[in-house]
């Protein structure tokens, strides 16, 4: 049972946890939030590039997967892929080699066409056209 005197030590205990469990969800709402900055663009960013094997292409998304782990690229290019006309050419910019792999066996089970993978200095740029 609860004595007077402690009902004092016991209400701030109470007091206390619950402002830590406060501060460590407003802590993880900050991180939350600036790794949530990170995702697929919300504008379409149209431009050509000329890619090595597939020459001249028009991209309408660039999806960012840098530092990003499995299956997070797989699931930001089906994403982005559900929002683009079919026809349409997308680039994923990866810097994660297990991802890069999975990239023409994903294309093939989405029933897009996997066109090239580039390689620059720290990154890999895979490209990607929507089918009909």
């Not at 701030?12 to 460590?24: I, P």
């Not at 559900?82 to 023409?104: K, Q, Y």
Request: proline share 6%.
């Amino acid at each position: 049972m609860f004595s007077k005197e402690n009902s004092l030590w016991h209400a701030m205990c109470f007091k206390a946890g619950n402002v830590l469990r406060s501060t460590q969800m407003q802590v993880a709402d900050w991180f939350e939030h600036f790794r949530e900055m990170r995702t697929v663009p919300t504008d379409p960013i149209v431009r050509d590039v000329d890619v090595p094997g597939a020459g001249r292409l028009r991209l309408v998304r660039s999806v960012d997967c840098l530092g990003a782990m499995c299956p997070r690229p797989q699931l930001l290019t089906m994403k982005v892929l559900g929002e683009v006309e079919p026809g349409e050419v997308i680039e994923v910019v990866s810097d994660n080699p297990a991802a890069v792999e999975g990239f023409p066996a994903l294309a093939q089970a989405l029933n897009c066409t996997y066109l090239a993978t580039v390689r620059d200095a720290d990154h890999w740029r895979m490209y990607l056209r929507k089918s009909s």
